[in-house]
Structure formats: structure tokens, C-alpha cells
């Protein structure tokens, strides 16, 4: 389990590191934070010609409130977001989900951009950027351009990204108004990527009834999977446990999951369910407490 | 094809190395191969097992998920960091002694630092649940112990991190 | 002072803690070159050509070898265990020559500069496979028309063995009850967390090999070795240090282990292989698939009285380790039960897989799982508590030593030798609160909770022989050291022994130097495995220990011109009883007893010079370990997940030399039998193509998933060994599936679901039987009442 050769860049800046991997067409790869690329390449199943290395480029690790978004660069570590008050102000939905991302060691060096641009589908960060109704701001060789996450994610380890892009920054942006979050996965061990799991971001509007509602599945399809119909069937409804019930049952309408090793589609299909219903409860109580 | 080997200048438990190395030569080789420090442990070398555990710059990282170039400036601490400049065990490795929290000791030195990096940015490491404590330790494996005594050890050692803390401050 | 008994930290500890210690993959002689292993990707396949040209011009490779290229070393593994039932004694080639049958098996051994270069030239080398049918499943391959393995064993039938007492089929027809089932274990793999690793360095000056290995048998490899290289047992020193954890598969000889050693004495240089995590799980034997038939018949108070179990094993590609598992698995069935007949039989199947060996439990988890699970069965039949049937059923105190007729394989008998079993029962039940948890599951089931309880007993078989030895030596320089066959993989083994020679030798345990593993410090004896180190080193060490220091007392007895019998070992001396003044310190002695000069006049039939002595302990026959684990858990029957919420061991090892030791073998024990019965589960699919190759897909649990856990000793002296003890190695590992998978199902009550597999792989599993048992009941869609 050793890495073939490859050749190793470390840029300074976004604009070298864009040039770079322009230099080797198609066979050079950024790495990030490495905690799946690495593995990857010891087991030969990646072996990029060339790698150009993130980590030196400071434009891309930043943590800021903006005027109508937080900001957050690409490299900043999945670590800094659990730590961070701004998040736990604006963005709460993260500090739900990151306790489920690996393990201390592995948020210390992972990524957010990291974690967005591989689109594991059972990965937790995507489902929040996605419940967060993320923007992305992909830099390429004519200069900026955003996507939104419904745009981002483009399937099964995929993304919007072209092979000479990197992506720069995730914008989420402000949900004014008090907003309740539910955030569940189930996975074998603690740490380990979901074998379903689901998110959620529900608000009142002054008539007591849902004048927002987002929902969330992960796991259960090529990525994640933002339940549309179900949120319109939300909106202008008051709280009840039956309205959950049917929320969760549209959500899982139009998944499709997959079997593997670890669970079978239908396990994944009704869990996916009880859980989506359970974060819509939880975040309906955040509401009530809040 | 791959172009030479590249030099790389760092600071480990202290000390400052050099050495020229290829690209591809994985961060825990270089500490265990090239600077025969090895009490770093190899076990997966896909990051799941833990054993491999570094400090660089103060965060624990698998050092089998970094390359040594991008070390590059870095300051590490190895399991061999740890101990007093007398050589003496750390409070943290004194309880893991009392509470036979080692048995194979493969494990031992990615525990060690984990646990370090968790009790030194918990000051209450103390007053944790257990659930807390183990979620802390859930990064790396141990296939001898159970686990009971790691934990039994690491609250242990809390309050020698919090003084040590207060001291820091003062 | 005594020291047995005294929970003493650790002595080898602070080196371990400090990162010094000294694990084979540590070892780096100067010129070393590293090894890698081409490893076949097929499960079945012939060989058609094999080109390593390529490979050979790569800058920095050193060798390449291919069957073909072995010259002057035996090209076939050795039968580790032979035994009369294996009708088919197949071992395999040092690199497979014409077929290849099981994915990871050795075709091409690469030695390079580095690793990463070695791992460049095995892509380099082309090997032209034509693919043969794979036998994959252990049913497949073990039925009529299954594809076979080795040409020459058209029903993949390896050997079989029948054995039991009584008349089975007569007790079963004569039952008043009956019941039958299949209980289906699957393949789990130890996965000590330091892989295997060889260093070898031939020095051709003295002609003398030095093989670093993370063996568990030592002297054993070293006898192999050197039959496999040619070479007298005096040229081979096998150093076993630090062993990164064993659990039964480094006790194995591999292909790896001679490449190494014979590449060293080919190319003249140090050559070190390293297995990698990968190929951990292709190229290191796992344990099992069993699949059991069980019938057993019964009368309405629930005891037993005769069990029919025909099971199949399965053995892998080969069969180096023999019959060992299943014999050990039909050994173990009746738990700690009295049954009036038993018949078992079980044949040993081929399949295109890694060869299996035994892993912490050997077998005995299998056993454990069945028996203990027929007893939640007849509860279940009868209406009864799963507790009460086993009150019923356990051998009882007074009948003690109770035997089975039947003979183990060390040639000695089945039998319970001391011990409490019911008072055992009413302790794990009392500390996991059974009774309380089933007043209050009623109304936690109207919450929508729900909660279980269950108790599950195992028993083993411990200590057996043939034999090990131990060295004790004082040195004339003032240091203690003891030398032992039997390493250690984190026993703890240079504590415990140390401090049974303290006792002996009158001194502090810290004084003592325990070497284990070293071929060059003590060459007589077996290995680690089936829990025998404590019992079977540690009475060689008292026995030394007692040799020294008699020989210390007659010594001294000269030199202070006093009766032996009136002197005594203590704070490091030889000293007159109760007049501590006079005497003389151990090293002293040590001195006297190998003068350079002058007159020793003793018998010259029984002389021997210095304080030194072997001792060596043959027990006539094992130990009994035993306890029950007890487990309390609660399911979310919505997802399938398990929270375990009280986990207890009560157990009997005999005299516990090292509380803290003792109790860090069962919990970790415990731990490992969490993983087996929930989460690992070593995969194939019908090709025979591994699916669990990585740790993200072959399931270790953490921190998070195990919980606490208490333990209780319950000490029974063994009477067949002066220490009293039994072995505890594999003991805490044992029942851990029957007693979570009882506590489950006793969650699931409402739902009537079953589990007759282990491992219960996950919330999945729990799911699929909940939907399974009330399908079965004609339940449409079976969601959980109450909140979810």
C-alpha cells in the first residue's frame, strides 16, 4: 500500500495553483485535506501524474461573516467549523452533523471543500450545505462563477467542478428569523459514513404555520437529496406530528438507494423515513423550546 | 513521470531534521524509516486505525494521510515527544501504566496522542461523560484492551492537564 | 511478600508508553532491502505464464522470484497440526507453480530497494491466469456437484470426524420434546492490529540466520525454518519481541516467513517484509464458516437429554492448521451442561479461500453460540426463563470433577475440575439486574422501549500441554532473568512470570528480567495459544524458580555453615530464619556457585554450575475455564440499532495471578466477541473474490461501540497444576454473541424475531428479522408501535 510516483506542486496562490493544473491537462489533482485522496492513491486506485497541494494557498482557508452569507473558503478544516461561534450562530445545522464526520483526527485535516467536491453520498457535510441551500464559487481560468447546491452536486462522486476548476468558497446564506434544526444518521460505528440519514431546517412564520421548511436525505441516492415536494407540501402547515409523517413518506418517494455490504436498499429506504420524520420533530421542538 | 526528490525541513519533538525526500513518501514512513523514530505505528495506512497518530502543529493527524513534503515547515510530535526531557513517563502514559490500559502496545502510541489532543483542549475532560470521553477516543482502534481502561487512564490524567493549563496562564 | 495476586502495573509497560519498544517492522539492519508479495487476483485460476522481465529492469530491484526461481529451499508447506482424520493434507506451494485458489495467494515475490519500488515492479510483472470455477460459499462447495478445489477432491471433503457418548439418536427418539435448527456463523478475522512482518539477516561469516518474526511460536518456526532452508535448528535464532497483538494467526507458518529468510541468504542482504492492511485480509488466515444442523431432545421441565449436531467447516484453500477448530468446537457443544448423550459429526470443506487457523476461542465461540442458543429455544418452547433452563441444566458443584467420556486432544479428558457454576449464574444475573429489568420491560414496552436481558455460560478447555519451559538465572552481576518460550502479543507475560519467580526467589519483582520470544535464550516449547501461557510457563517458572532456589539455600547453607532447612529467600537474600542479619544476597551466591578457582565437591551425577535452572510443566491434562456473560440492551426497533446498556462477566480462572492483567484479558476479550457477534463479518463473493478488504469495510469496533464492562472473579483453584490456575486468554471472548443475540431477541419479544447467525450484522440484520417475524405472522409492513 504505497503510492505510485507522482509529481508535487505546492502553490502559493489560487491563480498559480489554477495555472498548475492547467500545465498537466487532465492528469494532475488538487489535493485538500488528503483523508480520502491519500488512501486512495496507497492503494493505487487513484494515482494522479501530478499533485497539486491546497494547503499553501491562505486565500482559501477563511471563516467569515459576510453581509448577507458566512463565507467559507474551500480548505478551511472541517475542525474550524466545529469550533467556530459564527457557525453556532448562523449555521447551527454544522455543529448537528460534524460530530458524525470520522474522527477528531480526521476533521483536524479534512476539509469542508474537500468533503463538497468528492460527494460521498453518504457523507454528512454535503447534506448540510445542501439543507443550508449552499452557493458555490468554483474559480477557473476566466475567473469566478457560482453554483447552487441543487447544481453542485451532479451525482454519484461528482461535482459541477471541470477538470480545470477548484472551488474557492461555500456561501450559506443567513436564514433570518429563529430557525429549528434536526440532524440523524444511523451508521455501524460511531464515525463511520451513514447508512442513511437525514437533515433538516424548519422556521414559523408569525401565523404559527412553517413559512420555511428544507429537507435532507443522505445515503440513500447518488448524493444528497433535497426533498422539494415535500417542502412545498410543508409550507403554510402548523407542526403536527402527521404532517412529519407525511414529509418523510414524499422524501423517500423519490429516493434510490442502494445495496451494499453494510445495509439493503428497503433498510435504507425505511430508515431513511423514520429518520426524516425524526428530524423534522427535532427540529420542531428547537422551535417550541427556542 | 515523476521528477526528483524534494527537500523537506521540519521540526520534530523539538528538533529540527531535514531530509530530501520523494513526493510520495508518506509522512509516516519518513518519521518511522528515515528518522527511525519508531514509536509511530503503521497499522492501516488508511487512516481508520489511529496508530499512526502525530501531532503536526499541535492538531492529531494520521500521519499515514500526509505526504512528508507536506510537512514541509511543520512541527511534529511523535510518541517520543511526550515524555519529560529526564525521560520521565507523562502523567498521561503513568496512567495508562496504572490502569493497564495497554497490552500489545501497538495501539498505545496513536492513543497516547489522541488523548493528549483531546485532554489538553478539554479542560474538563474530567467531569465527561464516559460517552464523551470514548467519542474522543473512537479514532483509533485497539484490538486488546476493550477500551475500559483507556478510558479509565485518560480520566486519570485529566487533572494533571488542567493544572497544567492553569499553569500556562498564570 | 507475595506477589501473585497483587495487581502489579505492568514491567514492560514504560518501554511501550516511551515508543521503544521493539516490533519486528522496527528492526532495520544496515543494506536492508524491502520484499513485496504479487498476490493472485483470482480464486481459482491456472497459471499459464509468468513474466517478470519487466519487473527485473526496473532501477532498484534487486530480485524477482517465481516458483521457478526457488532453488535450494522446499517449495512445500509444511502440515503444521497432521492428524489421522484429514483424509486430503493440502498445504500450498511457497508461490503458487500452476493454479492458484484463493485471491491473495503468493505468485511472485519482488525485493527492492524500498517498498514503494518493490510495489512498482510487481505491477511490472505480466501473469497470464485462465480462470477456473470458484468454490466460494461453504454450503456451495460443500454440496453434491460443488466445484472442487483441488482436482483430486471431487467433494471438497478435507476430513471428518464423528464423536460422542451414548446413544444420541435413541435419547432424541425417547424425548418427550424435540427441536431442530440451522445456525449459520460466518468468517470473522482476528486482525491484530500489528500486521505480520518478517526480517531476516544471514550472516555469512558464522552461517547463522536471524529471523525477527511476529510469530506466536517461535521455536516452532524456527524448527520449520530451518527444515524448509536447510539449515541446523543451531544456525536459526527467531526473535519474537513485541508482538502487536496474535489471537491465534500468528501461529501459523506462512510462505512469507521463508521467502524472507531464503531472499537474505540468496541475495546476502537484510530483506524485511511487511504485510499491509490490504493484504492482511487475503494473506492471514481468518476463522470458520460453520454451519450447524442441531436437534436436541428435551423434557417439559427443559433439561436436556441428547444433542445431534452435524456441521460443516470450512478450511479454505488448504489445510496447514488441520482439524483442530471443529474437534475444539465438538469438545466444547454441551456448554456447561449435563447431557446424557451426544453425537457430532463434521467434515472439513475446501473452499477457494484463505485458509482458516484458529483465532482467540477457536472453535469454542461456535459451540458457545449453539448450545447456548438451543437453551433460549427450549425456554422459548416451554414458556420458560432462558435463566431457568440453564439453573436446570448446569453441572452442579457437588458433582464436581465431572467428566464427559470423551478425550481432548491433548489425550487428556473432558472434564469440569472445580468450580460454582449456578452460584457463577445467580451472580451475572444479580449484577445485570435481570429480575428488575424483567419487572420494569412491560412498562418500558408501553413507552416504546425496548429493552432486553439475557445471560449466556461458556466453558474451555485451558492449559493444556504438551509443554512448556521456563530459564530462571542470577546472574553473578546481581541481575535476575528469566527465559521462556512462550511469547507474549500484550499477555502480560513479563509481569505475571516475574512475579511468580518473586515469590519463589525472595525478591522484588521489578529486579526480574523476563525475555520471551527469543530462540537464542530459551529453546524448548510450543508457542501462544489456547490459554495455556500462565498455566503452562508459569508452573515451568515456579518449578525453575523452586530449583534456583533450593540450590540457593544449599549454597548458602556452606557458606554462612547452617542447616539448609533453617534458611529462607527473602529482600533478595538467603537469610536465616528469624534472624534476618545473617545472610547472604542471591548475587553473592552466584558468585560462589561458579568459582574461578578451587574445589566445588559435589555429586558430579546432579552438579551444575551457577544459580541457573530449566523447569518444564507437562500437565496430565487442561484446565477448565468458565463463566456467563450477562447483557441487558435496548433496540430501536425502527432502525435496528443496538445500544448494549449493561454488559457483566463473571468468570473462574482459577488462582488470578494478576488481578489487573487478568481482568484486562476478559474485558478485552469481551470486546473482541462484540466485534464477532455484531460487527465483523469477513466477506466473499461467488467468485470468491473478497469484499472486506479495508477497515472501512470489515468493521472493528471503537471506543463508542463497546461498552463498559464488569468483571467478577470467581477463583476456583484448578487441581491439576500447583498454581491452581486456568487459562483466560480466549475466555472473555466466548459466549458474547449468544448472550447479545439473547438479549436482542428478548428486546424483540413483542415481535417474536430470531436469530439463529453470527455475526447479526448490524441494524439491518435486526430490521430483516423483525419484518421476517412478522411476515411469518402475516403483518403487513411491521412498524414499531409506539414512538418512533
Avoid at chain 1, 479534512?110 to 453518504?122: E, K, Q, R, V
Avoid at chain 3, 526457488?70 to 498445504?91: A, N, S, Y
Avoid at chain 3, 431442530?180 to 500486521?195: K, N, S, T, V, Y
Avoid at chain 3, 424475531?753 to 417475524?773: C, E, K, N, Q, S
Wanted: charged content about 20%; aromatic content about 6%.
Amino acid at each position: 500500500m504505497k503510492p505510485a510516483a507522482f509529481v508535487y506542486r505546492a502553490p502559493a496562490s489560487l491563480p498559480e495553483a489554477l495555472a498548475q493544473l492547467r500545465e498537466f491537462g487532465g492528469d494532475a489533482r488538487v489535493i485538500a485535506g488528503g483523508q480520502t485522496l491519500v488512501p486512495a492513491m496507497s492503494m493505487r486506485l487513484a494515482r494522479p501524474a501530478a499533485l497539486i497541494d491546497l494547503n499553501g494557498v491562505a486565500e482559501l482557508a477563511f471563516l467569515r461573516a459576510g453581509a448577507d452569507a458566512i463565507e467559507i473558503g474551500a480548505m478551511t478544516r472541517q475542525r474550524t467549523l466545529e469550533r467556530s461561534a459564527e457557525i453556532g450562530r448562523h449555521a447551527r445545522l454544522f455543529h448537528l452533523a460534524l460530530p458524525h464526520v470520522a474522527h477528531f483526527q480526521i476533521r483536524n485535516r479534512g476539509t469542508f471543500g474537500g468533503s463538497l467536491c468528492h460527494n460521498d453520498p453518504a457523507a454528512e457535510l454535503p447534506a448540510v450545505a445542501a439543507a443550508l441551500s449552499a452557493e458555490f464559487v468554483i474559480a477557473g481560468a476566466s475567473g469566478d462563477r457560482t453554483v447552487g447546491a441543487d447544481g453542485f452536486f451532479a451525482g454519484l462522486l461528482s461535482t459541477a467542478l471541470e477538470p480545470d476548476e477548484i472551488l474557492r468558497a461555500i456561501r450559506i446564506p443567513y436564514l433570518p428569523g429563529s430557525c429549528g434544526f434536526g440532524f440523524a444518521e444511523v451508521a455501524r460505528r460511531h464515525g463511520d459514513f451513514a447508512l442513511a440519514g437525514a437533515a433538516a431546517v424548519l422556521r414559523l412564520g408569525g401565523d404559527g404555520t412553517l413559512d420555511l421548511a428544507r429537507l435532507v436525505l443522505f445515503g440513500v441516492d447518488d448524493g444528497p437529496v433535497r426533498a422539494h415536494a415535500a417542502e412545498a407540501a410543508m409550507l403554510g402547515e402548523r407542526p403536527s406530528d402527521d404532517l412529519w409523517s407525511a414529509a418523510a413518506a414524499a422524501a423517500v418517494a423519490g429516493i434510490s438507494p442502494v445495496a451494499d455490504l453494510h445495509a439493503s436498499a428497503l433498510y435504507r429506504r425505511e430508515v431513511a423515513e423514520t429518520l426524516a420524520r425524526r428530524v423534522l420533530r427535532q427540529a420542531a421542538a428547537e422551535l417550541r423550546d427556542g | 513521470m515523476a521528477d526528483g526528490k524534494v527537500a523537506v525541513a521540519l521540526t520534530v519533538n523539538g528538533e529540527r531534521r531535514e531530509a530530501l525526500v520523494e513526493p510520495r513518501l508518506l509522512l509516516s514512513d519518513f518519521i518511522r524509516h528515515v528518522l527511525r523514530l519508531t514509536g509511530t505505528h503503521v497499522g492501516c495506512e488508511h487512516g481508520v486505525c489511529g496508530a499512526c497518530t502525530v501531532l503536526v502543529d499541535g492538531a492529531a493527524c494520521r500521519s499515514c494521510l500526509l505526504f512528508a513534503v507536506q510537512a514541509n515547515g511543520a512541527e511534529i510530535v511523535t510518541v517520543e515527544g511526550l515524555a519529560g526531557p529526564d525521560g520521565a513517563l507523562a502523567p498521561l502514559q503513568q496512567a495508562f501504566r496504572d490502569c493497564h490500559a495497554l497490552q500489545c502496545g501497538y495501539c498505545t502510541p496513536g492513543f497516547l496522542i489522541s488523548a493528549h489532543a483531546f485532554l489538553r483542549d478539554t479542560p474538563d475532560a474530567a467531569e465527561r461523560s464516559d460517552a464523551e470521553i470514548r467519542s474522543a477516543l473512537s479514532g483509533n482502534l485497539c484490538r486488546c484492551t476493550g477500551y475500559q481502561a483507556i478510558v479509565k487512564a485518560v480520566r486519570q490524567a485529566a487533572p494533571a492537564y488542567r493544572e497544567a493549563g492553569l499553569e500556562e496562564r498564570r | 511478600m507475595t506477589h501473585v495476586g497483587s495487581p502489579l502495573p505492568r514491567l514492560e509497560d514504560a518501554r511501550l508508553l516511551a515508543g521503544r519498544g521493539r516490533f519486528t517492522d522496527d528492526v532495520h539492519p544496515d543494506g536492508l532491502l524491502e520484499a513485496h508479495v504479487l498476490r493472485s487476483p483470482h480464486g481459482h485460476a491456472r497459471i499459464a505464464r509468468i513474466d517478470a522481465a519487466a519487473a527485473r529492469a526496473l532501477p532498484g530491484v534487486v530480485a524477482v522470484f517465481t516458483f521457478d526461481d526457488l532453488v535450494g529451499v522446499e517449495r512445500q508447506m509444511p502440515m503444521i497440526l497432521p492428524d489421522r482424520r484429514i483424509l486430503h493434507p493440502k498445504t500450498q506451494l511457497l508461490l503458487a507453480a500452476e493454479v492458484v485458489r484463493y485471491v491473495g495467494e503468493p505468485v511472485a515475490f519482488v525485493v527492492a530497494e524500498t517498498r514503494y519500488l518493490a510495489e512498482d515492479a510487481a505491477e511490472l510483472i505480466e501473469v497470464a491466469y485462465e480462470p477456473l470455477p470458484a468454490a466460494s460459499a461453504l454450503a456451495d462447495a460443500a454440496s453434491p456437484g460443488g466445484r472442487p478445489v483441488h482436482a483430486d477432491v471431487p467433494d471438497n471433503v478435507a476430513g471428518a470426524d464423528e464423536i460422542g457418548f451414548g446413544d444420541a439418536a435413541a435419547a432424541l427418539a425417547a424425548s418427550p420434546r424435540r427441536l431442530r435448527r440451522r445456525f449459520d456463523l460466518a468468517r470473522g478475522h482476528a486482525q491484530p492490529l500489528e500486521p505480520r512482518a518478517t526480517v531476516a539477516r544471514f550472516d555469512a561469516d558464522t552461517d547463522l540466520l536471524t529471523v525477527w518474526d511476529t510469530t506466536q511460536g517461535p521455536i516452532p518456526a524456527r524448527a520449520a525454518l530451518a527444515a524448509m532452508l536447510g539449515l541446523g535448528i543451531d544456525q536459526v535464532r527467531v526473535i519474537a519481541g513485541d508482538i502487536g497483538g496474535g489471537f491465534g494467526p500468528k501461529m501459523v507458518l506462512y510462505p512469507e516467513e521463508v521467502l524472507v529468510a531464503h531472499a537474505a541468504m540468496r541475495l546476502g542482504r537484510p530483506v524485511k517484509w511487511v504485510e499491509d492492511r490490504m493484504e492482511s485480509f487475503v494473506a492471514t488466515a481468518s476463522e470458520r464458516e460453520q454451519i450447524h444442523e442441531v436437534e436436541v431432545g428435551f423434557d417439559e421441565e427443559g433439561r436436556l437429554l441428547g444433542l445431534v449436531d452435524h456441521f460443516w467447516y470450512e478450511t479454505g484453500a488448504y489445510i496447514p492448521y488441520g482439524l483442530n477448530t471443529p474437534f475444539v468446537t465438538t469438545m466444547h457443544l454441551l456448554g456447561l451442561y449435563r447431557v446424557p448423550a451426544l453425537a457430532v459429526s463434521f467434515q472439513a470443506v475446501f473452499t477457494n479461500r484463505m485458509f482458516v487457523c484458529p483465532y482467540r476461542g477457536a472453535g469454542r465461540p461456535y459451540s458457545a453460540f449453539v448450545i447456548e442458543r438451543i437453551m433460549d429455544l427450549i425456554a422459548r418452547e416451554l414458556g420458560l426463563e432462558p435463566a431457568e433452563v440453564r439453573r436446570r441444566n448446569l453441572i452442579p458443584p457437588e458433582a464436581m470433577p465431572y467428566r464427559y467420556p470423551l478425550t481432548y486432544w491433548d489425550g487428556g479428558p473432558v472434564e469440569f475440575d472445580s468450580g460454582d457454576y449456578p452460584g457463577m449464574l445467580e451472580e451475572a444475573l444479580a449484577r445485570v439486574g435481570y429480575r428488575e429489568i424483567r419487572a420494569a420491560q412491560a412498562a418500558a414496552r408501553g413507552e416504546g422501549r425496548y429493552v432486553g436481558v439475557a445471560a449466556a455460560a461458556y466453558c474451555e478447555i485451558t492449559g493444556i500441554g504438551p509443554y512448556e519451559g521456563t530459564r530462571v538465572r542470577v546472574q553473578p552481576g546481581g541481575r535476575i532473568t528469566v527465559a521462556t518460550g512462550v511469547g507474549s502479543q500484550g499477555q502480560g507475560h513479563h509481569t505475571t512470570l516475574a512475579q511468580i519467580v518473586a515469590d519463589e526467589l525472595g525478591v522484588a519483582p521489578e529486579r526480574i528480567e523476563v525475555t520471551v520470544g527469543d530462540t537464542a535464550q530459551f529453546d524448548w516449547g510450543i508457542g501462544s495459544f489456547a490459554s495455556r501461557g500462565a498455566v503452562t510457563a508459569g508452573n515451568a517458572a515456579r518449578i525453575a524458580a523452586r530449583k534456583v532456589a533450593r540450590q540457593a539455600r544449599e549454597w548458602a547453607s556452606e557458606m554462612l555453615e547452617v542447616d539448609a532447612g533453617d534458611l529462607e529467600l527473602a529482600e533478595g537474600s538467603v537469610r536465616l530464619k528469624g534472624v534476618p542479619e545473617v545472610g547472604v544476597p542471591l548475587e553473592e551466591i552466584a558468585r560462589r556457585a561458579d568459582p574461578a578457582r578451587g574445589r566445588i565437591g559435589r555429586d558430579p551425577e546432579t552438579f551444575r554450575p551457577g544459580l541457573e535452572a530449566d523447569g518444564f510443566f507437562n500437565p496430565a491434562q487442561g484446565t477448565m475455564g468458565a463463566g456467563f456473560h450477562a447483557c441487558a440492551v435496548e433496540v430501536d426497533p425502527s432502525t435496528g440499532t443496538v445500544a448494549i446498556l449493561k454488559y457483566v462477566v463473571v468468570h473462574d480462572c482459577g488462582t488470578v495471578i494478576n488481578p489487573l492483567i487478568v481482568e484486562g484479558q476478559v474485558v478485552g476479550g469481551a470486546a473482541l466477541g462484540i466485534g464477532g457477534a455484531f460487527y465483523e463479518r469477513v466477506a466473499y463473493d461467488e467468485e470468491a473474490q473478497l469484499l472486506t478488504s479495508t477497515y472501512m469495510d470489515y468493521l472493528i469496533p471503537t471506543a463508542s461501540e463497546v461498552p463498559a464492562i464488569d468483571v467478577v472473579h470467581f477463583e476456583s483453584r484448578s487441581p491439576h497444576n500447583p498454581l491452581g490456575v486456568k487459562g483466560v486468554g480466549e475466555a472473555g471472548t466466548l459466549p458474547v454473541a449468544p448472550a447479545l443475540v439473547g438479549a436482542i431477541e428478548d428486546a424483540l419479544a413483542p415481535f417474536g424475531a430470531t436469530f439463529m447467525t453470527m455475526p447479526l450484522a448490524g441494524p439491518d440484520a435486526v430490521r430483516a428479522a423483525i419484518r421476517a417475524a412478522c411476515a411469518a405472522r402475516g403483518e403487513e409492513g411491521c412498524r414499531a408501535s409506539g414512538p418512533v
